[in-house]
């Protein structure tokens, strides 16, 4: 059989954990018979003589032959000896193609892990470990640590510990992290947030920025579950629902949550427009304990008018604050005295009784001579002392012709509602006839008696959503009316907040103003809840 038939030759099956086979060095095919496990070839021959006898025959003949897969019967015949004559090419051990993977592949491990601890012992280890840059705040010396570094330079111990330590201290590090390398569960499950000793080095910097802290959330989440650095500046600040929806959007973590902190947390929330629930202020159905009495409706009603004659506005006395986003509170000498000027005297409109503390009244009544003494002489200019005397006697003769000396005029300062009495008012207006004012039980609550009078200040909340901000200057298109409605207000104890459904017209996924979290809500602010 020629060279070029024995390529045609089936090869036979190599076991897969074979590291040799016995191949011909001159055809590379594999030998009938395989090496040993010391990779010794054992083949010496490929043909064997086989001696065929026919029945009645003595001695018969030989024939050379070999199994059908390696071509069958040889065209050489066997020699006189009886050997067969078919010469073999001699068979070399060689590496199977696994084994010279998996050499390969040790080669290649060795290779990696030695670059990988040059990279990391080496001078350039925080360059090649570093994944990205980091933000600006973050890339500047930490004062508070003393640190040494220039702005721009590496200062990743500023935040990883362990940074400026030597290899063994990483790989130690490494090995307590939580979840560890071989925590697959913990990788392919919910993901934890809780705190880590990386919100260990946050905290140095940035004090009392508890998670949720504004939210009254107990559990303490770590900062970069949601702040994530190595991206620029762009990583650090939330930009959408996404981050929030991990948890409140995630049946499985609340309930968990809940279970853990014994808190009561809403349901899902995935969308603003869809499933947020009530502002709850309103969805408890509270009321505004504020004691003073005022009536929206009223004010605004073509009825009433400002000190100029012009009707009053929202903006009248609701005024934003420096920044635009909130409103100042209100106060009484520079919202209310325009028109609430506490006029006692209608021949002397110009006389007011002091405002914000009883014992002051209390005082001005008991000198009420001196207090007119004092007005004739700076507000009608009597300089005379004759003249003076008698602009005193004669208001306080006045004074108790009406009867409004001693105690009748004390009950009518501090405890008249009396709204029909003729000639009331309220204003600062011009006025003629007797003396005519409500007391100060026509805005405030009063108790006590004429000698000891108590008026309850009035409680003004700042805020009624404090879990939440809002910018009434990014909102100054729209006006007041179309969010507030209080049109029909009459009673201090309407809370005029707008509703969810209120907010999503606008906050929703088809318009403009979009409905993220993060528009209303931060939650490392600290406010007071009320």
């Known amino acids: 059989m020629s060279q070029h038939d024995e390529h045609k030759w089936p090869h036979p099956y190599e076991r897969p954990n074979q590291k040799w086979i016995c191949g011909r060095s001159e055809t590379g095919l594999p030998c009938r018979l395989g090496p040993d496990q010391r990779g010794a070839c054992r083949t010496t021959a490929e043909c064997a003589p086989v001696l065929d006898r026919k029945p009645g025959e003595e001695k018969g003949h030989y024939r050379c032959t070999r199994p059908a897969e390696y071509g069958g019967p040889c065209s050489e015949g066997p020699l006189p000896s009886g050997a067969c004559g078919h010469s073999l090419p001699p068979c070399a051990p060689i590496r199977s193609w696994r084994y010279r993977r998996a050499i ?154 809940a279970r853990a902190t014994g808190s009561t947390l809403s349901g899902l929330v995935n969308s603003f427009s869809k499933d947020h629930p009530e502002f709850d202020v309103l969805a408890s159905g509270a009321r505004d304990t504020n004691t003073l009495r005022f009536n929206h409706a009223l004010h605004l009603s073509p009825e009433i008018a400002g000190a100029d004659g012009s009707q009053l506005q929202c903006s009248s006395c609701h005024q934003r604050d420096a920044a635009g986003a909130y409103h100042q509170p209100i106060n009484f000498q520079r919202h209310c005295q325009s028109c609430h000027s506490l006029q006692f005297d209608s021949a002397n409109p110009e006389m007011h009784l002091p405002h914000g503390d009883v014992k002051f009244v209390q005082a001005f009544l008991a000198s009420l001579p001196e207090q007119y003494e004092r007005f004739g002489r ?67 609550e009063t108790s006590g008696t004429t ?67 993060v528009v209303c809500h931060d939650y490392h602010r600290k406010v007071a809840i009320p």
């Open 378 to 444: 700076e507000g009608r200019n009597i300089t005379e002392r004759r003249a003076l005397a008698a602009f005193v006697e004669s208001n306080m003769r006045r004074f108790q012709q009406a009867q409004l000396g001693g105690e009748d005029l004390r009950q009518k300062v501090f405890f008249n509602r009396d709204r029909t009495a003729a000639g009331a008012r309220v204003s600062n207006l011009p006025a003629s006839g007797a003396a005519s004012f409500y007391g100060c039980a026509y805005c405030h």
């Open 104 to 257: 390969f592949t040790w080669w290649i491990v060795g290779l990696t892990t030695a670059t990988l601890l040059f990279l990391l012992s080496g001078p350039l280890r925080f360059r090649f470990t570093n994944p990205g840059p980091v933000s600006f705040a973050h890339s500047q010396p930490r004062a508070g640590l003393k640190s040494d570094h220039k702005a721009g330079e590496e200062n990743c111990a500023a935040c990883h510990r362990s940074a400026g330590d030597g290899f063994s201290s990483w790989v130690s590090s490494a090995g307590g992290a939580t979840p560890g390398l071989f925590h697959f569960a913990a990788f392919s499950g919910q993901p934890s947030f809780n705190s880590t000793s990386m919100d260990r080095a946050c905290s140095e910097c940035h004090r009392g920025h508890n998670f949720h802290h504004s939210a009254g959330i107990a559990e303490n989440v770590s900062c970069v579950s949601c702040h994530t650095e190595h991206q620029g500046d762009t990583g650090l600040h939330l930009r959408s629902s996404s981050e929030c929806s991990r948890c409140h959007g995630n049946s499985d973590y609340l309930r968990n949550h």
């Open 451 to 517: 000698t000891a009078p108590v008026v309850i200040a009035p409680s003004v909340p700042a805020r009624w959503l404090a879990r939440g901000s809002f910018n009434h200057f990014s909102h100054q298109s729209i006006s007041c009316e179309s969010c507030h409605q209080v049109g029909q207000s009459r009673s201090t104890a309407d809370i005029l907040l707008p509703g969810v459904k209120s907010c999503a017209m606008c906050h929703n996924a088809n318009s403009a103003p979009g409905e993220s979290c």
